[in-house]
C-alpha cells in the first residue's frame, strides 16, 4: 500500500494526471488515445485472423495473414507501454480493484492465444485450419470481449458494473434471439413443408 | 403542457436510457468494441494497399469489410448516443436546468466543442474513402 501511494504521488504519475501542456490536461489525454489506438491496432486484426480461422472470409489464403502480425505486436508493445505510463496516475485504485486483474488476466490469456495460434496455424504449416486452431480463435474473440468489457467496467464503480453487465448480458440475449429467429425465418417453416408433404 | 409534448416528441428519449445506470457505461463498450473492429480491420485493408502483407490478395480481403461495417454501425449507434444523451450526464454534476434556463442546450457541444467537429469531419472523410472502395 505505502509503495502504491508513493507511486500515485511521484513526480511522473503526477505530471500525467495533472500538467496542463497545451492547454488542457494533454499527456493524460495523449496517452489514453495512444491506448485506444494501440487497441485497434491490436484487437482489430486478430479479430480478423480468428474470424478467418472460423470460416469467414475462405478466400483470403490463411498463412498470407502472418504479414500482419507485426502491426499486431506493434499495437501490443504500444499498449503496454503507455498503460504502463497510465498505470501509476491512479496506482491505488487500480492496482486493488478485481477488475483490474480481470483486465490483465484476460489480455495475458489473449495474448499468449495470440502466439499459440500463430504457432498452430502459422509456424511450418501453410495456414491449415486444425480443430485446436478454431478453439483457440474462439477463446481469443472471447478474451478480448472480457478486457474490452473490463477495461472500460475500471472507470466505474460496483453499482454501475452490475447493472452494465446485466444490460450487456440481455443485449447479447436478445441479439442471440432475433439471430436465431432471423434464420428460423429465412429457412422457411419447416413444418409447413412436412404438411404439404403429408396431404 | 408544453414539456410534455416536447418530451413525447423526443421519445425515446436518451436523456432517459443515458441516465440509467448502465447506458452510458454500455454504450462506452460497445464504442470501444466498434472501435477495434473498425479502425482495426479498415487500418489493415489500408496497409494491404499501402503494400504491407504483399502476400494477401486484395479482392478476396474485401470479404472482411463488412465485419468493418458491424464496427462503424455500433460506433454511430453508441456515439449518437453519447451525443443526445449528454443531458443525463450533466445532469446532477452540473445544476441542469440552470443551464438549460441559460439558454445552454445539451447539443451546443455539437456546435461549441472542436474536437468534435474534427473528430466527425474526419470520420466522414474516411466513411467517403470507405464508400470509394
Known amino acids: ?199 | 403542457m408544453g414539456p410534455f409534448v416536447a418530451y413525447w416528441l423526443r421519445w425515446p428519449s436518451m436523456e432517459a436510457l443515458m441516465g440509467t445506470d448502465w447506458g452510458w457505461s454500455l454504450c462506452e463498450i460497445l464504442h470501444f468494441a466498434g472501435l477495434a473492429l473498425l479502425v482495426g480491420i479498415v487500418g489493415m485493408f489500408d496497409l494491404r494497399l499501402l503494400g504491407m502483407a504483399k502476400a494477401v490478395p486484395v479482392a478476396p480481403f474485401r470479404r472482411f469489410l463488412p465485419w468493418a461495417v458491424v464496427g462503424f454501425v455500433l460506433c454511430v449507434v453508441s456515439g449518437l448516443s453519447f451525443v443526445t444523451g449528454i443531458g443525463a450526464n450533466l445532469e446532477g454534476v452540473h445544476p441542469y436546468s440552470v443551464l438549460i434556463s441559460n439558454g445552454v442546450h445539451p447539443y451546443s457541444v455539437l456546435i461549441a466543442n472542436l474536437w468534435l467537429q474534427l473528430k466527425l469531419l474526419f470520420i466522414a472523410l474516411a466513411g467517403l474513402n470507405l464508400l470509394a472502395f
Do not use: C
Not at chain 1, 501511494?5 to 489514453?32: I, K
Not at chain 1, 439471430?179 to 409447413?192: C, K, N
Open chain 1, 1 to 199: 500500500m505505502e509503495f502504491l501511494y508513493w507511486l500515485q504521488d511521484s513526480g511522473l504519475a503526477t505530471w500525467v494526471r495533472e500538467s496542463d501542456a497545451l492547454g488542457s490536461t494533454f499527456p493524460y489525454t495523449f496517452l489514453l488515445a495512444l491506448h485506444a489506438i494501440g487497441l485497434a491496432m491490436l484487437v482489430g486484426p486478430n479479430v480478423a485472423v480468428d474470424l478467418r480461422i472460423l470460416g469467414y472470409g475462405r478466400s483470403v489464403p490463411l498463412a498470407s495473414l502472418e504479414g500482419f502480425f507485426r502491426l499486431m505486436w506493434a499495437g501490443f508493445w504500444l499498449n503496454a507501454l503507455s498503460g504502463l505510463v497510465l498505470l501509476p496516475t491512479s496506482a491505488v485504485t487500480f492496482l486493488t480493484d478485481p477488475i483490474f486483474y480481470v483486465k490483465l488476466g484476460s489480455i495475458t490469456l489473449a495474448v499468449v492465444g495470440l502466439r499459440l495460434i500463430h504457432r498452430e496455424v502459422f509456424v511450418g504449416r501453410s495456414g491449415i485450419v486444425t480443430t485446436r486452431a478454431k478453439t483457440l480463435a474462439g477463446a481469443s474473440l472471447a478474451s478480448w470481449s472480457i478486457a474490452i468489457v473490463a477495461g472500460r467496467l475500471m472507470a466505474y464503480n460496483g453499482n454501475v458494473r452490475w447493472a452494465t453487465l446485466g444490460a450487456l448480458v440481455a443485449l447479447l440475449l436478445l441479439l442471440l434471439v432475433m439471430t436465431a429467429g432471423w434464420r428460423m425465418l429465412a429457412r422457411g417453416p419447416g413444418w409447413s413443408v412436412s404438411l404439404r408433404r403429408s396431404t
